[in-house]
């Protein structure tokens, strides 16, 4: 009973003294053992922060980039040829001018275009025209200059084109006829589609495999051009001519064709008159398909679709004119 008395008085000592206190040194290492996991943590929930933050400027970075690559055209100069590589073609316009050529000046091409009627959106059209001749500006030897027809005469826009050549030829070197379903889509050199024809050609067209498509044409101002387009003007009512009133001026072109030998130049689609590709052409032109509009092609033109078609099929597939 003794021991169990001893025994029993020291617990009861114990419990009203409470646990043994602990020593200064090892309180302070308990409280540097919580702070270390205490930054610990921190650090790691900074770092996190630095790492999502991070990546999220990386992607918004990212998609700015590609923004920009889709809205804003590359810009590269309008001309890729040395200046003698021009002269031929000024040699040329001054021989069957029959000028004297005393001081160097530029070759002129004027881009034609009759805009009538509501179907069309003048101003994105004219603001095609207008931003291609743009990057002609400072060039020190050849001039692109715009001009529209938005008060035609005549009843079908293909027949006004040819009244107004004369017109036209007064102040031009070369005439680049392009309908208003039509639409510059790079910034090519349109004159190296006059270079690789040769000097000799007085007029440059494609075809489709309809024939001679009038959309997309050019024609050097010399004698033989304007007797040849007042030829074409003259015919325009000759029922006579196949189709003359359903294809109007490329018919009586088509017509022409074994009369010009020598002068009438014919070219691939790619180089000036390429065509959408919707269904509709795959249809209508389905044993022999025309050549279709790829990235870099200077023109995309819609014949027989409809301007609205192919201004639709533009922004459907986030294509942007020039």
């Known amino acids: 009973m003794g021991d169990d008395d001893e025994w029993n008085k020291m617990r009861r000592r114990n419990l009203k003294q409470g646990p043994p206190e602990s020593s200064p040194n090892a309180r302070v290492a308990e409280v540097k053992s919580m702070m270390t ?17 991070t990546l999220w400027v990386i992607q918004v970075r990212n998609y700015w980039e590609r923004a920009e690559q889709i809205q804003t055209p590359v810009h590269t100069p309008a001309w890729i040829w040395e200046p003698n590589q021009f002269k031929p073609l000024l040699d040329a316009i001054t021989k069957v001018k029959g000028e004297t050529l005393q001081a160097p000046r530029k070759l002129v091409l004027t881009i034609y275009s009759t805009i009538s009627g509501p179907a069309f959106n003048k101003e994105r059209i004219m603001a095609n025209r207008q931003r291609y001749s743009g990057l002609y500006a400072s060039h020190p030897y050849l001039d692109v200059r715009p001009y529209f027809q938005l008060t035609p005469t005549e009843k079908f826009p293909s027949w006004q084109k040819i009244a107004d050549y004369e017109q036209l030829a ?36 494609t075809t489709d495999p309809n024939g001679i498509n009038g959309g997309s044409f050019i024609v050097r101002t010399s004698p033989w051009s ?16 196949p189709k003359v009133q359903t294809w109007w001026e490329q018919a009586v072109f088509q017509y022409l064709l074994n009369e010009t030998a020598g002068h009438v130049c ?19 032109m ?25 201004e639709k099929y533009l922004d459907e597939n986030n294509l942007r004119e020039t």
């Open 266 to 284: 014919l070219t691939d689609q790619q180089e000036l008159n390429a065509y959408p590709d919707v269904e509709w052409y795959r249809e209508f």
């Open 226 to 241: 304007t007797a040849f387009m007042k030829r074409v003007y003259s015919l325009r009512n000759d029922e006579t001519i």
């Open 37 to 53: 996991r205490s930054d610990i943590s921190v650090a790691l929930i900074l770092l996190a922060i630095v790492l999502v933050s």
């Open 170 to 205: 007064k102040g031009s070197d070369y005439i680049w006829y392009l309908d208003a379903d039509a639409f510059i889509m790079s910034q090519k050199n349109v004159f190296g589609v006059i270079l690789r024809q040769g000097k000799h050609c007085d007029v440059i067209f």
């Open 286 to 310: 389905s044993e022999n398909l025309p050549y279709f509009w790829q990235e870099g092609d200077l023109v995309i033109h819609g014949p027989g679709l409809g301007y609205r078609a192919l």
